[in-house]
């Protein structure tokens, strides 16, 4: 298999990585740093080197080119691409879009305000007069949300968003509770979560934490994660692929949505590939339409996590939640946001 990998964050390399594995391929990608890099000036680059090259499968992770239609162009001349569509991805990588989406469709969402002035945003504060959560529209790992209780702090965080060349922000209400990951698979029409995880700063990530029960998730299956899928679909904006949704979830059990992911996090992806699953097989099948006939998801049977040691995430397991803390205690790493995590996920 010629395999090109479209993206060049830690997802992008770990599944260059993973692909590697199986000696019969060839993987290309856009990460400078590794074998079989290629560098691509536009779209059309790109589609003449998968001609030239018989490419037979392309991975594109890299949001912006997304939003080009390259997986659509890949599609119209017969190659196989794995991503959503320029429309369907547009709730990943717009927020206020994202919000509205949520808002039309009566999924459960922390009251918000889009702005488009700096001005905007105290004004609104002043009528509020609750703690916010202050957003750049578009999805990005460099500017975090800032968390904003005061109207000096929010006049700061809304001028610096703003002189970063963000045309609008997302005010949010500050939710108090515990920030989990839920990750389906869908293939446009149906949808089926394969993995859960709890998070803290995205540093530290518990996967399949205890305090979130099968109930639970059934609950947001149906309240949250159907209706998204039902959405799209009903107005022809059909999400093939990997779905992110990041949910706060409130001492009562109310999972209020906060956004949307096109591809795993980078704390998360480790855990995903350590299973057993074959990923290429998976994604060629999501887009064949068959692949909840041809794979079951079944849940780990480990306890595992996931930590951010300066540049590097380690994924660790053990098979207990006293051998996990054993083995952690063993190892050479700051350890304070995991604790400081700990407290949030027993609350």
């Not at 912006?64 to 119209?76: A, H, K, P, V």
């Not at 001028?159 to 920030?179: A, C, P, Q």
């Not at 001492?251 to 074959?278: E, H, Q, R």
């Amino acid at each position: 298999m010629r395999i090109l990998i479209l993206g060049s964050d830690y997802s992008a390399k770990k599944f260059y990585s993973f692909f590697r594995k199986d000696k019969e391929n060839i993987v290309f990608t856009t990460i400078p740093s590794l074998a079989n890099y290629i560098n691509f000036e536009n779209a059309q680059d790109i589609v003449e080197f998968c001609q030239a090259n018989d490419i037979n499968f392309v991975l594109i992770i890299d949001k912006d080119l997304i939003n080009e239609g390259i997986q659509e162009t890949l599609s119209s001349i017969g190659i196989t691409a794995f991503s959503p569509s320029i429309d369907a991805i547009a709730i990943c990588s717009s927020k206020s879009y994202a919000k509205k989406f949520m808002y039309k469709n009566k999924i459960l969402t922390p009251k918000f305000q889009i702005i488009e002035k700096p001005q905007a945003a105290i004004d609104y504060f002043k009528t509020v007069q609750i703690a916010q959560a202050l957003k750049p529209d578009y999805n990005s790992y460099q500017e975090c949300p800032q968390f904003c209780e005061t109207q000096n702090q929010v006049q700061k965080t809304a001028f610096k968003l703003f002189s970063n060349d963000n045309k609008r922000i997302v005010m949010e209400d500050y939710i108090e509770g515990k920030n989990i990951s839920l990750w389906v698979l869908s293939d446009g029409y149906n949808a089926k979560i394969i993995g859960t995880s709890a998070k803290y700063q995205n540093n530290v990530a518990l996967f399949e934490p205890d305090f979130i029960t099968e109930e639970l998730k059934e609950k947001i299956f149906n309240e949250i994660i159907m209706p998204t899928i039902n959405a799209l679909s009903s107005q022809d904006e059909e999400y093939i692929g990997i779905l992110g949704f990041d949910i706060v979830l409130t001492s009562d059990n109310k999972a209020y949505l906060i956004g949307y992911n096109s591809f795993f996090d980078d704390i998360d992806v480790d855990f995903y590939l350590s299973s057993n699953f074959d990923w290429l097989k998976i994604f060629e099948s999501t887009i064949i339409g068959d692949v909840f006939q041809k794979f079951d998801f079944k849940q780990v049977d480990e306890y595992m996590l996931t930590i951010r040691q300066n540049e590097k995430i380690h994924l660790i397991s053990a098979k207990t939640k006293n051998g996990l803390e054993r083995y952690l205690s063993e190892l050479d790493f700051d350890l304070s946001e995991y604790f400081e995590a700990k407290k949030i996920w027993n609350s």
